[in-house]
Structures are given as structure tokens and as C-alpha cells.
């Protein structure tokens, strides 16, 4: 056996090569032993050199209560390290075998109509469940004594998309765990409680703890200050399991870095991320684009929140799909060179890693129509051939790992906000944080500027632009954090219907925006939904653009009317205001949803009136983001989504093909190119007419 330690992340450990981390989920215990030396074969001609082994593997470690069967896993960790292959070893807790739930009937989750979960899916087990949590600390603890340290363990990998299931469970443990949770939130004062939830309105006052109850099904709409109360808990309890689980492999195993994969999109909204990187060495993703032409902005959000989950450090893209997913109503396949430019978003964006799920594509179950790194046709398929050629490409780009992404401005995203204003009783119950924060991130991209997607708690000063589409909910620390951007003589741009309640979804009273009336100069008298026909036409940012969805009665106090409603009950009034703070600070604030060309128009503008440096402008289509080495080196991932040529201005080296620039680049119709060299952050054409 090869004894080589392989370990991630790869630029910790000193001495060794770097490497792109290359690979994805392995579920050896699904196929017969024979299939095993073929798949080690193949993964090394693809040139893998991670795999995640274990995810759904508990009921094959232990069919039964006092069966431990770990022979084929030695076997298989085994193989790998012969072949060179790291091993991202999954706890296995992430779904119970039936004799869990067969024993514990009360493991299993329960929705909020009442409704027990049954076994046969997976993940069916309640974040709340004393017996799960007891019976899977014993299997984690049996994995970190039996591998911790065998050659070909790089990585731990608590559970598998924390919550991705079973968020939210509304039975009888869980309501108990959720009381304690409460009353160490509210200082065991029942008092404090009926403040926070405000329950006199619709007498729903508590004498005592134990009549609160989860936010079951209720006829109306359920108090909402219990509601975000409610999902935190359920988020904390998540984390509680993490770090349990990681409690157990750090005393085994302190050497060895841990992480659990985010869902970083879609389910993983459920989830309060921000509060559980504290516990990661390495902050890992699981993102699938939507099934939709030019799905890349989205990949391009997603990735960027990894990184500012993981505070700028790079990341780990732990699961996409290598083609089709089998789960939506359409799955379409990736068109030709899509693989390529779609795993080049996120290496661009600071992932040092890219893994599938899955190797190779299962034959049954219920993701056996989930594309896979293997196809059912097997090696002697496009499918596999561009899977070899993309683990070339990656070899080809090591010495990217570990660099950093240079960004130019923060989005402020916040997850408690997102779960309040995406519910019912609002004054428009179409707003979607979800579609106002990736507007405001394509635009600002589409304008070539690299943008940190943060938590409002980030070191937001080191910004010089600060953009919050959509902080419907904030505390006033919070509120604090970003008005301190624009004192400080930084930039600071507020979406509308922002700064409205507090952390307990109560109003702001004294007129709107009651968080940030100061920081904006402005009041809003009156919200002014608009119906789903109706649309407004906007003047002063020099596009025809429009405002839909949205728009407000502003009165000025001290800023300034920057564009206006041209038409519609509002006409005249204010769409975009600016307040100048000092001599350099200023904080806009755009009091309508605007359209994507209004976006892009009015962020051209700021960017140009701060004087902060224009980035980089040739077409939309092509994406340029700017990786540098702590040695200084500086690595442009140039991709190209367009049908046409694009020509930047640059010299260097593309890590790809080894062709040398001098003077222009070339990015030929869907290509990519990792150009290490210098970039001209100015359009081609500024620079050949100057
Ligand atoms: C993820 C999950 C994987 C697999 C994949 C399919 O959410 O972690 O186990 O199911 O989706 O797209």
C-alpha cells in the first residue's frame, strides 16, 4: 500500500504539491467487489484524486444494533490509497437503517400537519431525536477509531446536506427541545416570550411553557415572530448534530480537517449557514443549476457565497451534477463545453475542488436516472471522455489552489431576513429575497465586478461597495454594521422594503424605513404594491427601464432625487435617492424593483460617480474573475458564454493550453482560459482608441 498522506485543503500542508481537487461521491456498497478494481482504474485514467465514500453507508456498517460489518470499507479505503486517491470519509449518519426506526419509532421526523415520516426515503431521522443523536455519535466515533488513521483518509464529512430533508420537525421531542430552546433564549421569563411573539394579537398569550407548540398547521397564517423563532431553533439543532459529530472525530482525530456539506441554493435556505462555518476547517458546497438556458449567474451566486461563507478562503464545490439530475420536471443534459465553462465558474469564484455526484451512475434506486461521472454506457462514452479531459484541464490549473479571489464589492445576504420576508402577510406576497438578490448579483457581474456574497455580520469596511438588495428583517447591530460603511466614507446601496422589523419581526415604528431612515435621508410614506399588469416607467438612469412588483411614496429628508416614477399613481416621486455622508460616503437607495437594464444602469452609475475603478467591460458573456497566490501570482479565469470571440487585454500564460500572450488574449466562442499573467481591467476597445 501506497502510504502517501493525501490531505485537504491541499495548501496547509506545507511541502507538498498543490492540486485540484478532483472526483465525487463513491458508493462502493451498491455494486458487487468485482466492479471495485475498474472503478479505482478508471478514476485514475480520469485523473480523480478524491472520492466521498460512506454517505448512505450506516446500514451497511451496521445491519443491526450489535452488528458491526466494516471489512468492505477497510477493502475499499484500501483500494484507494493504493491508487492515490484521497478519501472524503462520510460519518454515514445521514440516514438510519430500518432496524434505527423499527426499534425507535420516535426517531422519525414528523411534518406540520402531524404526519410521521416513514422509512424507505432517506434522512427521515428528527434533528431533535436524543436516540438518533446517541446511536449516531457511536458510529462516528467507530469510524474515527477504525480510519483515523489509515493512509487514504483526507477529509471528514459530517453527515451529508445537514437538513436538506428534515429541517423542520414538528413532534413531541422536537416541541420539548424547542420549549428548552426558548427558554434559555427569553432568560426562562414566560413574559419575555409573549413580548417577543407579541401574543396578545390573536389571544395567543402563554401562562406556561408547556402549552407552546412547534408552528403546526393552523387554519391562518401562524404567528411569524414564532415562526423565525421556530427556524432558528430548527437550524440550531442542526448544528448542534455537526458539531457533536465533529466533537467526536476532533478528539480521535485532530489532525484531520472536517467539513459537511452546504446546500448552498434551493433546500438550503432552511438553513442559518453563517452560524455553523465556526465549525468547519473547510467550508464545502452541493450546488445543481436549474434547469434553464445560461443557468451561470446562478452558479456564479452560489459559488460566491461559499466564499463568503468561508470568509474569502478557498472552498470546496462538493457535489454538482456532471449532467442531468433526475429530480426536477425536466433534466435537461449540459450542452456542448457547457461542463467545462459551469465547473470554471466555481474554480474561478475560489473553489479549489470539484466533485459529482456521483461516480458512477447507479443502476437502481431512485436517483438511477442522475447523470454521473461513469455513465450506464460506461468509458466509452462523450460523457466520460469529456470527464477525463476536464480532469486534465484541472491538473493543468494546480497551482491555482490556494490562491485567493480579489473581489470589488460585498452583497449582503442574510439568512434570517430571507426566511421572513419569504412568507405570507406582506404587503406584496410575490417579493422574493431569492430573485432580488441574484438580479442585484447579475448585475452588478454583468458590469465584469467580482462580488463577495456576505452575512451582514462580515467585515463589511473593507469594502468600498456595499450593496443590500433585500434586509427586509435586521437588529440594530446590523444596522449599525452597514450605516458605519457609509460614515466611513464607503458606498452603501439598500434595496426597498429593507430595514422594516426587527429581529422579532416587529415594525420599526415612526415611518419607513426604521432602520436606516438616517442612514438614506428619506421616509417612506406609503408602500404601493404593484398589481402583476402593472409596470413603471422610470426616468433619470438612462435606460427605458421600468419598475415592476414594487414601488413606494417617498418624502426626501436631506437626500437627494436621483431617478424618478415617470408614470402611474406615483409619477414624479422618487424611484432612486442618494445621501451623502461626509466627504466620499454615500448611501443610495433604490425605493422600487427595478428592472435588470435599470440595475445595470444605475450600479454603472455609482460605480463611475464614487470613482471606484470600472471592472473589467467587454460583453456580460464573458466572465473574468482574478485568483492571486500569497506569492503574488495572478491567475484570470476568462470564460467565455457567448457565440463569439471575445478579446481582452492582457499578457501571460494560459494554464490549459500552454499558449503564450502578448499584448491581447483571445477567448474563442464557449471557451475557457486560467491565464496567469497580468489583465488590463479596461475594456478593449477604451484601450486601442486611447
Ligand atoms: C444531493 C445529495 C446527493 C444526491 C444529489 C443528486 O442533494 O447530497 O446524495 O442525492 O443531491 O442531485
Given at each position: ?10 495548501q496547509t500542508t506545507a511541502g507538498r504539491d498543490r492540486l485540484v481537487g478532483f472526483g465525487g461521491d463513491y458508493n462502493p456498497e451498491q455494486w458487487d467487489e468485482s466492479v471495485w478494481r475498474e472503478d479505482a482504474r478508471l478514476m485514475v485514467e480520469a485523473g480523480v484524486n478524491l472520492v466521498t465514500v460512506g454517505v448512505f453507508a450506516w446500514s ?627 484601450v486601442t482608441a486611447g
Amino acid at each position: 500500500m501506497d502510504d502517501r498522506w493525501i490531505r485537504w485543503p491541499q495548501q496547509t500542508t506545507a511541502g507538498r504539491d498543490r492540486l485540484v481537487g478532483f472526483g465525487g461521491d463513491y458508493n462502493p456498497e451498491q455494486w458487487d467487489e468485482s466492479v471495485w478494481r475498474e472503478d479505482a482504474r478508471l478514476m485514475v485514467e480520469a485523473g480523480v484524486n478524491l472520492v466521498t465514500v460512506g454517505v448512505f453507508a450506516w446500514s451497511a456498517l451496521q445491519p443491526a444494533p450489535d452488528r458491526w460489518e466494516f471489512g468492505w470499507l477497510d477493502r475499499v479505503m484500501d483500494l484507494m490509497a493504493d491508487h492515490g486517491i484521497a478519501v472524503d470519509l462520510a460519518t454515514a449518519t445521514a440516514s438510519t437503517p430500518s432496524w434505527v426506526t423499527t426499534l425507535h419509532p420516535d426517531v422519525l421526523a414528523v411534518d406540520r400537519f402531524g404526519h410521521t415520516m416513514a422509512q424507505g426515503g432517506r434522512q427521515a431521522w428528527s434533528p431533535s431525536s436524543r436516540v438518533y443523536r446517541r446511536l449516531s455519535l457511536e458510529l462516528v466515533h467507530r469510524m474515527a477509531e477504525r480510519y483515523g488513521s489509515h493512509p487514504a483518509l483526507a477529509l471528514w464529512h459530517v453527515s451529508n446536506e445537514l437538513g436538506g430533508h428534515n429541517a423542520h420537525c414538528y413532534g413531541e421531542e422536537a416541541a420539548r427541545a424547542f420549549r428548552t430552546w426558548l427558554r434559555e433564549r427569553y432568560g426562562d421569563s414566560i413574559q419575555r416570550l409573549n413580548d417577543a411573539w407579541q401574543t396578545l394579537v390573536w389571544s395567543q398569550r402563554y401562562a406556561d411553557w408547556e402549552e407552546i407548540q412547534p408552528p403546526r398547521a393552523t387554519f391562518t397564517d401562524p404567528n411569524p415572530s414564532q415562526l423565525l423563532d421556530f427556524e432558528r431553533f430548527s437550524s440550531d439543532q442542526l448544528r448542534a448534530q455537526l458539531r457533536a459529530e465533529a466533537a467526536v472525530l476532533r478528539r480521535a482525530t485532530p489532525d484531520i480537517p472536517i467539513t459537511t456539506n452546504l446546500i448552498l441554493f434551493d433546500a438550503g435556505k432552511r438553513m442559518a449557514y453563517s452560524t455553523w462555518t465556526d465549525d468547519l476547517d473547510i467550508v464545502s458546497s452541493d450546488h445543481y443549476l436549474q434547469p434553464v438556458r445560461d443557468a451561470h449567474p446562478e452558479a456564479e451566486f452560489s459559488a460566491d457565497r461559499a466564499r463568503g461563507l468561508a470568509d474569502g478562503r478557498p472552498w470546496m464545490l462538493m457535489e454538482t451534477a456532471p449532467g442531468q439530475t433526475s429530480w426536477r420536471r425536466v433534466n435537461p443534459a449540459k450542452r456542448s463545453g457547457q461542463l467545462r465553462r459551469d465547473v470554471f465558474s466555481y474554480i474561478a469564484r475560489g473553489s479549489d475542488t470539484v466533485c459529482f455526484f456521483q461516480w458512477r451512475a447507479a443502476r437502481a434506486g431512485a436517483e438511477r436516472f442522475h447523470s454521473a461521472m461513469l455513465p450506464h454506457g460506461g468509458p466509452d462514452t462523450d460523457a466520460f471522455r469529456d470527464v477525463v479531459a476536464l480532469g486534465r484541464d484541472l491538473a493543468r490549473c494546480a497551482e491555482l489552489a490556494g490562491s485567493v479571489v480579489e473581489a470589488d464589492c460585498a452583497l449582503v445576504l442574510s439568512e434570517e431576513s430571507w426566511w421572513a420576508l419569504e412568507r405570507a402577510d406582506h404587503p406584496h406576497n410575490g417579493l422574493s429575497a431569492t430573485e432580488t438578490l441574484l438580479a442585484w448579483h447579475r448585475a452588478l457581474t454583468d458590469l465584469g465586478a467580482t462580488v463577495d456574497v456576505v452575512p451582514p455580520t462580515a467585515d463589511l469596511g473593507r469594502y468600498p461597495l456595499v450593496v443590500v438588495p433585500q434586509l427586509y428583517l435586521v437588529d440594530d447591530a446590523d444596522a449599525e454594521r452597514i450605516a458605519a460603511v457609509a460614515r466611513d466614507g464607503g458606498t452603501v446601496v439598500i434595496g426597498s422594503f429593507s430595514g422594516i422589523v426587527d429581529e422579532f419581526d416587529h415594525v420599526r415604528l415612526g415611518g419607513y424605513p426604521g432602520a436606516f431612515r438616517d442612514l438614506l435621508g428619506l421616509r417612506v410614506e406609503q408602500f404601493w404594491p404593484l398589481l402583476d399588469d402593472e409596470t413603471v416607467v422610470l426616468d433619470g438612469l438612462g435606460t427605458d427601464g421600468r419598475a415592476r412588483r414594487w414601488a413606494e411614496v417617498i418624502a426626501t429628508e436631506g437626500a437627494r432625487v436621483e431617478a424618478t416614477l415617470l408614470d402611474g399613481d406615483l409619477a414624479g416621486g422618487p424611484a432612486v435617492t442618494r445621501m451623502r455622508h461626509g466627504e466620499t460616503g454615500s448611501a443610495w437607495y433604490v425605493g422600487a424593483e427595478l428592472d435588470g437594464d435599470s440595475l445595470g444602469a444605475l450600479f454603472r452609475r455609482i460605480l463611475a460617480d464614487q470613482g471606484l475603478a470600472l471592472p473589467l467591460v467587454s460583453s456580460p458573456a464573458l466572465r473574468v474573475v482574478t485568483r492571486v497566490s500569497t506569492d503574488g501570482d495572478r491567475f484570470h479565469v476568462l470564460i467565455n458564454h457567448s457565440g463569439v470571440d471575445e478579446t481582452v487585454v492582457a499578457d501571460g500564460t494560459d494554464l490549459l493550453d500552454g499558449s503564450s500572450h502578448a499584448g491581447t488574449v483571445t477567448v474563442p466562442a464557449g471557451a475557457v482560459r486560467v491565464l496567469r499573467g497580468s489583465l488590463s481591467r479596461e475594456p478593449l476597445a477604451a484601450v486601442t482608441a486611447g
